[in-house]
């Protein structure tokens, strides 16, 4: 085994874990907010005592809502140990953590998808929805076109090797037309609650924003085919405006590695970025 390791080295590895140290203790982090999220009620009852969901023609039985209660808490509780990690990465790869006061979806925005999907698919159970829903803890990293595949490059090798599984990476960043970012999905080591990533720069995350109501109106049953090509063509427009950033399009998801036992105390050398 080689023993001997260069000052600078040295340096940087105790950087790296003194940064990890101070967002693991929820120390600063350029966030938009850093405070945990106000806890919403887990049922969303406007009308009844059944104990179900009811929304916008929309409803979940009483059992089916105690299920996704169930799901809201067991996200809640993961997101206490996920959050430190995402913030960690963040603050190491120098990003911006974008919305983080929003990092869990509300109850009742997780009932509707789950209520929407047993509408669309006759005899899916509540227990299959809930498996393919990702994002009930979310984040999203940014950083400046300049520094975006450097940045990805070791955020996301961060969370791998502190024991997350990269169930999902979609990368549209060489597509014509259409959405820009890398939208990824993790499973947390110590409680395998899914999370989503997705990692922008501010202008991709702009067009994100504008084009999000011309997205759901596109993607409600009752609109015309004509109007959907209408929606998409305007989406692809604002789109296509965003620069893509030097190497954007080749990143991909970090190969899988052995979880470190204490992350604080062993931490890989950041690697470069696939720009060149």
Do not use: C
């Amino acid at each position: 085994m080689n023993t001997h390791r260069t000052p600078r080295r040295l340096v940087g590895r105790a950087a790296t874990a003194a940064a990890l140290a101070t967002a693991l203790g929820l120390g600063a982090v350029h966030t938009a907010t850093a405070a945990a999220p106000t806890a919403a009620p887990l049922t969303g009852r406007p009308a009844g005592l059944d104990g179900g969901w009811h929304r916008d023609g929309l409803h979940l039985t009483a059992a089916e809502n105690k299920k996704v209660d169930g799901f809201v808490a067991r996200a809640r509780r993961a997101e206490r140990t996920i959050s430190p990690e995402v913030r960690a990465a963040a603050r190491i790869s120098h990003a911006e953590l974008v919305g983080f006061d929003q990092r869990l979806k509300s109850p009742d925005s997780l009932k509707r998808k789950v209520a929407t999907r047993l509408r669309e698919t006759p005899g899916q159970t509540v227990d299959a929805a809930l498996r393919t829903i990702n994002d009930a803890v979310r984040f999203t990293l940014q950083w400046p076109a300049g520094t975006y595949s450097q940045g990805v490059h070791t955020a996301a090798g961060l969370l791998s090797t502190w024991g997350n599984d990269s169930t999902r990476w979609t990368n549209t960043w060489h597509r014509p037309a259409g959405y820009k970012a890398v939208n990824s999905v993790w499973r947390a080591p110590r409680s395998g609650q899914l999370f989503e990533v997705q990692f922008h720069t501010p202008e991709s995350k702009a067009a994100q924003l504008e084009t999000h109501k011309l997205y759901e109106e596109q993607r409600l049953p009752g609109t015309p085919p004509a109007r959907v090509r209408e929606l998409q063509e305007q989406q692809n427009a604002i789109f296509a405006a965003v620069p893509v950033p030097p190497g954007a399009e080749r990143l991909t998801a970090p190969a899988r590695r052995l979880p470190s036992p204490d992350p604080a105390r062993r931490l890989p050398a950041p690697a470069h970025a696939p720009v060149g």
